[in-house]
């Protein structure tokens, strides 16, 4: 199988560069081939001498992968389906191999935004228990090239405004390759976009987290659900490993009164996390930081025990927010007729 160009920045195209037989400048040339002309095939770099692109081909390929699958919803929103093969961890010969998988991404316009919600991952580790991603399980990392691809293979490659790391997968349990995508998408020999343009969603990885923070200037947006750690654990394991407090007191160790922002993600589950109890003490926990919160509507999975809260629950869940010091708004869900909105992205082909 031959190795993806795709992901690599231009100091390693460089070193590719050399050992094909190019010179050193070339891997900067493949770069711009790759991230701003964006070709589909080695052949297409044509300022890259015959020869060359021979070497090339023989052990590497661009690497992007056409969907198998589209999707349309009455909104507008568009769900793509991509075959992956993912990495997995050493087997009982205590070697790694790799599993055919599928991910979803999901296009989301907007008046004059396009937005491409990412999946990082073929499935998930975190096991919260109304998301479908984390009830399948985990397959695999994505690799840099398999999250770039997402962006260059569908429709509206050309025409996408933002980006969320908020599909299958938690970004920040495979963040060398998140990031490594993310300097692509912001580096000038990349797509130059801004990190304005790019929120990361995340279950509180903390030790990743700081990494996040540090290292990048892109928006944060954190699944909190509950601010009752007790009952946060009930339906998010990962409470037990990666408490809400300390994740909360991590972010307040940074400014978020500029440019860059930090939300917190609020699905509103009937009976569950939706009393005047559970807004105080989110007011409570949140209080001196600059931040959102969002509250999303619940959308009804199999073997699930709470069903999604009333409108007016929500509209008065928000107003004591608000009325709590907070800044809180009721998030519009799209996509749910083609099973793309919030925790229903699952990798199956529609006829599934």
């Known amino acids: 199988m031959k190795t993806k160009l795709l992901g690599r920045t231009p100091e390693e195209l460089k070193q590719i560069a050399l050992e094909a037989g190019l010179p050193a400048f070339?891997?900067?040339?493949?770069?711009?081939?790759?991230?701003?002309?964006r070709v589909k095939s080695i052949d297409e770099m044509t300022n890259l001498s015959k020869q060359g692109r021979e070497a090339l081909a023989q052990r590497y390929e661009v690497g992007i992968t056409d969907p198998v699958d589209v999707q349309t919803s009455k909104d507008g929103t568009k769900k793509y389906l991509f075959p992956v093969r993912c990495p997995?961890?050493?087997?009982?010969?205590?070697k790694g191999h790799e599993e055919d998988s599928f991910v979803e991404a999901v296009m989301i316009p907007d008046e004059d935004r396009k937005t491409l919600c990412v999946s990082s991952q073929a499935g998930c580790?975190?096991?919260?228990?109304f998301c479908m991603t984390g009830r399948q399980g985990f397959h695999g990392n994505l690799s840099a090239a398999d999250i770039?691809?997402?962006?260059?293979?569908?429709?509206?490659?050309?025409?996408?405004?933002?980006?969320?790391?908020?599909?299958?997968?938690?970004?920040?349990?495979?963040?060398?390759?998140?990031?490594?995508?993310?300097?692509?998408?912001?580096?000038?020999?990349?797509?130059?976009?801004?990190?304005?343009?790019?929120?990361?969603?995340?279950?509180g990885v903390l030790p990743k987290l700081k990494l996040f923070l540090e290292e990048s200037k892109c928006h944060l947006a954190v699944s909190l659900h509950n601010p009752f750690p007790e009952e946060r654990a009930e339906?998010?394991?990962?409470?037990?490993?990666?408490?809400?407090?300390?994740?909360?007191?991590?972010?307040?160790?940074?400014?978020?009164?500029?440019?860059?922002r930090v939300s917190f993600e609020y699905t509103v589950f009937e009976g569950w996390n939706d009393t005047p109890r559970h807004a105080d003490e989110l007011i409570k926990l949140l209080r001196?930081?600059?931040?959102?919160?969002?509250?999303?509507?619940?959308?009804?999975?199999?073997?699930?025990?709470?069903?999604?809260?009333?409108?007016?629950?929500?509209?008065?869940?928000?107003n004591r927010l608000n009325e709590?010091?907070?800044?809180?708004?009721?998030?519009?869900?799209?996509?749910?007729?083609?099973?793309?909105?919030?925790?229903?992205?699952?990798?199956?082909?529609?006829?599934?």
Not at 26 to 37: H, N, P, S
Not at 88 to 94: F, I, S
Not at 154 to 173: H, K, R, Y
Not at 239 to 249: G, M, P
């Open 324 to 352: 709590g010091g907070l800044t809180a708004t009721i998030r519009a869900s799209r996509g749910e007729d083609i099973f793309a909105a919030c925790g229903l992205l699952a990798g199956k082909h529609s006829e599934q």
């Open 148 to 203: 770039m691809g997402q962006f260059f293979a569908i429709e509206e490659a050309g025409e996408l405004t933002n980006a969320v790391f908020m599909g299958m997968g938690e970004p920040l349990d495979n963040w060398d390759e998140v990031k490594r995508a993310i300097d692509i998408l912001t580096a000038d020999w990349g797509l130059a976009w801004s990190p304005k343009r790019i929120t990361l969603s995340t279950i």
């Open 125 to 129: 580790k975190m096991g919260c228990k």
């Open 235 to 260: 339906l998010m394991p990962v409470q037990k490993a990666w408490s809400l407090t300390e994740i909360v007191r991590l972010i307040k160790q940074y400014d978020f009164t500029g440019q860059r």
């Open 288 to 318: 001196h930081l600059e931040c959102r919160v969002n509250l999303i509507r619940f959308h009804r999975i199999p073997d699930f025990p709470y069903g999604p809260a009333s409108v007016e629950k929500m509209e008065a869940f928000r």
């Open 26 to 37: 070339a891997g900067k040339q493949m770069a711009q081939w790759l991230y701003q002309k």
């Open 88 to 94: 997995v961890g050493a087997g009982h010969d205590g």
